[in-house]
């Protein structure tokens, strides 16, 4: 990743971060990484645990930012998702998959779309 593609990505989950607030979630932690991967944001949303993956695009050339979400990316959050549960005991916590989409088209304002509840467990 490139530190500009990298400043994109963190502006696009300052923006989810941010939007996830409005919408009532309480962002428990950001960027937690293990060495088999990252979760961009984890909260909390009326009592659920949330792991939050945010993709953000200038366009869909390349498929829309819910495409980007593979099934191996979701295997890969799925893991470190088991590790965070794990370490923290909360394995009888509920906890679901959402991701934020964001397309970021020039001057425009961001166009920011929450998916709930978008994969299972894999």
């Known amino acids: 990743m490139t ?6 990505g963190r502006s696009g989950e300052e923006i989810a971060a941010a939007y996830l ?3 009532g979630y309480r962002i428990l932690q950001r960027n937690y ?3 088999c991967g990252e979760i961009d944001i984890i909260a909390s949303d009326r009592g659920t645990l949330v792991f939050v ?3 953000t695009r200038k366009d869909a050339a390349f498929g829309t930012p819910f495409e980007a979400v593979t099934r191996k990316k979701q295997r890969q959050i799925g ?5 965070y549960l794990g370490r923290n005991n909360l394995f009888n916590t509920p906890a679901r998959f959402d991701v934020v ?3 970021m088209r020039g001057d425009e304002p961001p166009v920011i779309e ?3 509840n978008a994969f ?3």
């Open 53 to 55: 993956e945010v993709k």
């Open 101 to 103: 989409s964001i397309l």
């Open 120 to 122: 299972d467990l894999i």
């Open 3 to 8: 530190e500009r593609s990298g400043r994109f």
């Open 79 to 83: 893991r470190v998702a088991q590790e």
């Open 33 to 35: 990484r293990q060495k």
């Open 114 to 116: 929450l998916l709930a």
């Open 21 to 23: 607030q409005r919408e």
